[in-house]
C-alpha cells in the first residue's frame, strides 16, 4: 500500500511538473491558443454558414418538387372525382396519387350524397389520417379566401414542416376549387435529415483537422518566433554571467534581426566600457599600491626618528624646548597616522586585487578576545562576556583586526563601558556568509582537534547615542564622512571596510545596528570552521600574513573609525 501511494505520488508531481510548464505564461501556450481559437472561430463560422445554406437548398428543393408534384395530383386525379364521391372513389384516387415519383402519403376527405364525411388514405385504415394534419394547417386549408384582382382563388395550397418521434415530415394540403374534395400530403424527410447529419459529421471532422492543422502551424510559427527570443535569452544569460564577448549571429531583416543586431552591439559597448572600467581600476590598484610601497621607506626612516623623538619627550630630563614640545608631540603622533594609514591602504589593496589569503589556526574565542582588549589597554572599559573553552578555526591575526576596529570605534564615539557578548549558533548552515559552510572533512587544528561545526556570533555595543538612521548604510563605506562639517577624524576612514573584508574572506558577515536600549551595536557572524575556504596551504600565504607589520595589526591602528560615521 505504501508502495502504490508513492508511485501515485511521484505519477501526481510529474504531472504537475508537466503541466506547470504549459502555464499561460508561456509565449508559446498563448500563440498556439489564440491561433487554434481564430482558426476554431473560422473553421466553425464557416461550417456553420455552410450547413445552414445546404440544409435551406436541401430542404426547399424536396420540398418545392413533393409541393409541385401533390399539386400535379390534386388537379389531375382528385379534380375528376365527382362533387359528392364515394369512400371507394377515394380510396382508389388516394392509392393512385401515392404512386406519383415522390412517393407520399395520400388523405382525401370528402362528403359523400348524404352529406356524410367519408375518408380516403393511401395507408389503408391504418395509414396516415386526419388527426396527424395540424389543426392550424386545416383550418388553413378550408378557409375560404376572397377572391380579388390581388387573389383569383378562394382556396390556396399549405404547407408545415412537423416533427414526429425524431423524424420530420412535411404535411400539406388544398382544396379543389369549384367543388370537390380536400386532399393532404404526408412526406417523410429522414433521407434529407440523414443527409443533412452526413454533411454536419463532414464539417465537424474538417473543423477538427483545421483546428489541428492551425495547432501545428501554431507551433511551427511559434518555434519560428520563439527561437531567436530563446537565443537571445542565452545570450542575455552567459553576459549576465560575466562573458562579455557573447554576440548573436543575424540573419534576415525582419524584427528579430534588428533585435540581435542592437544585443550585439549594446554586448560591444558593454565589453569596451568594463574593459576600460578593469583597466582604470587596475590602475588605480597598482598606483595605490605603489605609493604605499614607495611610502613606506621614507615612513620606515621617520618613524625610527620619531620614536626617538617620542623617548626623549618622556624622559624626565628632557632637553626640548617648551615652545617647540607640542610640535614634536604633533610629528610623533602624525607620523603614526600616516603610517596607520600606509598599512591600511596595503591591506585595502590585496583585498581590491583577489589576493588576501587565511591563515587559519584554533583559537580560544575568550583569549583572543581578552588578548585584544589587553594589547590596547582597554581592560577598564570594555565587559567581556564570553565562555572559556569556546573554539574556533579562524585566522587569528584578521580575527584581531575586526575586535580591535569594533572595540576601538565604539570605544570613540559610544564611550565606556563597552560589552562584548560571544556565544554560539547551531550548524544548521543558515547564515549569511558566502560559501561558509563547514562538513565534517574540515581540515583538523593542531590544538584542542576540529571543532564543531556551526557558527560563532560575536556582538560588540556602546551606550552612546546610537547611529543615525540616514547614516547606517553607510558606516562600512570606505572614508564616508557622515557630517560635512568634520571632514577629518584620527582614524584613516577605512578600519570598518576591512573589517567587513576581514570578515568576508572567513565566509561570515557585519552588520551595525541601534539597540532599542540606546546605543550601537554591531555583529559579527563567522562560521566555526573556515577550512573550506582556505584555497592554497598557509605556507603560500607568508607575504600576505606578514603585511600587517610590527604592529598588532594592520587596522588596529584604525580602531576608532567607523567609516568616519558618528
Known amino acids: 500500500m505504501t508502495t502504490t501511494r508513492g508511485g501515485l505520488r511521484g505519477w501526481l508531481a510529474g504531472r504537475g511538473k508537466a503541466l506547470s510548464g504549459l502555464r499561460f505564461t508561456s509565449l508559446r501556450l498563448r500563440l498556439v491558443v489564440v491561433f487554434a481559437l481564430v482558426a476554431l472561430t473560422a473553421a466553425v463560422s464557416a461550417s456553420g454558414i455552410a450547413y445552414w445554406l445546404n440544409r435551406e437548398a436541401v430542404l426547399t428543393r424536396t420540398q418545392d418538387a413533393v409541393l409541385r408534384d401533390f399539386q400535379q395530383e390534386m388537379r389531375n386525379r382528385a379534380g375528376t372525382l365527382p362533387v359528392h364521391p364515394t369512400q371507394d372513389q377515394l380510396q382508389h384516387t388516394a392509392g393512385q396519387m401515392a404512386n406519383s415519383s415522390q412517393r407520399f402519403s395520400v388523405l382525401l376527405v370528402g362528403e359523400d350524397a348524404s352529406g356524410r364525411a367519408v375518408y380516403g388514405t393511401s395507408g389503408g385504415l391504418s395509414g396516415f389520417a386526419l388527426e396527424d394534419v395540424p389543426l392550424s394547417l386545416r383550418t388553413a386549408v378550408n378557409k375560404q379566401q376572397p377572391v380579388d384582382s390581388g387573389n ?85 544569460r552567459r553576459l549576465g554571467e560575466g562573458r562579455l564577448d557573447t554576440r548573436l549571429r543575424v540573419s534576415g531583416t525582419d524584427e528579430l534581426a534588428d533585435l540581435s543586431r542592437t544585443f550585439n ?115 577598564d572599559a570594555v565587559e567581556l562576556d564570553a565562555e572559556r573553552g569556546l573554539h574556533a578555526r579562524l585566522d587569528p591575526r584578521r580575527l584581531d583586526v575586526i575586535l580591535a576596529n569594533l572595540i576601538g570605534n565604539a570605544l570613540k564615539h559610544g564611550g565606556s563601558p563597552v560589552r562584548v557578548s560571544v556565544r554560539e549558533e547551531g550548524g544548521d548552515g543558515a547564515g549569511s556568509g558566502d560559501g561558509a559552510e ?25 551606550h552612546g547615542p546610537g547611529i543615525p538612521e540616514d547614516v547606517l548604510p553607510h558606516v562600512f563605506d570606505r572614508f564616508y564622512k557622515a557630517s560635512a562639517s568634520r571632514p577629518r577624524s584620527e582614524g584613516s576612514g577605512l578600519g570598518l571596510s576591512i573589517a567587513l573584508n576581514n570578515a568576508h574572506i572567513h565566509g561570515g558577515d557585519i552588520t551595525a545596528a541601534n539597540s532599542p536600549e540606546g546605543g550601537a551595536v554591531f555583529t559579527l557572524r563567522l562560521p566555526r570552521d573556515a577550512s573550506a575556504l582556505t584555497e592554497r596551504p598557509a605556507e603560500d600565504d607568508g607575504d600576505d600574513s606578514a603585511g600587517g607589520g610590527g604592529r598588532a595589526t594592520s587596522g588596529g591602528a584604525d580602531q576608532g573609525s567607523k567609516g568616519g560615521a558618528r
Not at 170 to 192: D, F, Q, W
Open 152 to 236: 383569383k382563388s378562394p382556396y390556396h395550397l399549405y404547407w408545415q414542416r412537423v416533427t414526429e418521434h425524431g423524424t420530420p415530415y412535411l404535411v400539406a394540403g388544398t382544396r379543389i376549387i369549384g367543388g370537390g374534395p380536400t386532399g393532404y400530403m404526408l412526406k417523410s424527410l429522414e433521407p434529407e435529415a440523414k443527409d443533412l447529419n452526413s454533411l454536419a459529421w463532414s464539417l465537424g471532422v474538417a473543423t477538427a483537422l483545421a483546428l489541428v492543422g492551425a495547432a501545428l502551424l501554431a507551433q511551427a510559427a511559434a518555434t519560428t518566433v520563439l527561437k531567436p527570443v530563446h537565443r537571445l535569452g542565452i545570450a542575455a
Open 265 to 379: 552591439k549594446a554586448a560591444e559597448a558593454l565589453e569596451k566600457r568594463v574593459a576600460d572600467m578593469a583597466a582604470r581600476d587596475e590602475a588605480s590598484r597598482r598606483f595605490v599600491a605603489d605609493m604605499s610601497h614607495e611610502l613606506r621607506t621614507p615612513l620606515t626612516a621617520i618613524t625610527a626618528v620619531t620614536e626617538v623623538l617620542e623617548e626623549e619627550l618622556e624622559f624626565e630630563g628632557g632637553g626640548f624646548d617648551p615652545m617647540i614640545e607640542p610640535a614634536v608631540r604633533l610629528v610623533v603622533s602624525e607620523t603614526r597616522r600616516l603610517n596607520d594609514l600606509v598599512e591600511n591602504l596595503m591591506e585595502v589593496t590585496r583585498f581590491d586585487a583577489g589576493t588576501a589569503r587565511l591563515v587559519l589556526d584554533d583559537v580560544d574565542l575568550a583569549d583572543q578576545i581578552t588578548a585584544c582588549i589587553d594589547a590596547r589597554a582597554w581592560l
Open 438 to 462: 563547514s562538513g565534517d572533512d574540515a581540515q583538523n587544528g593542531e590544538g584542542g582537534g576540529s571543532p564543531a561545526p556551526g557558527w560563532i556570533v560575536i556582538q560588540v555595543r556602546d
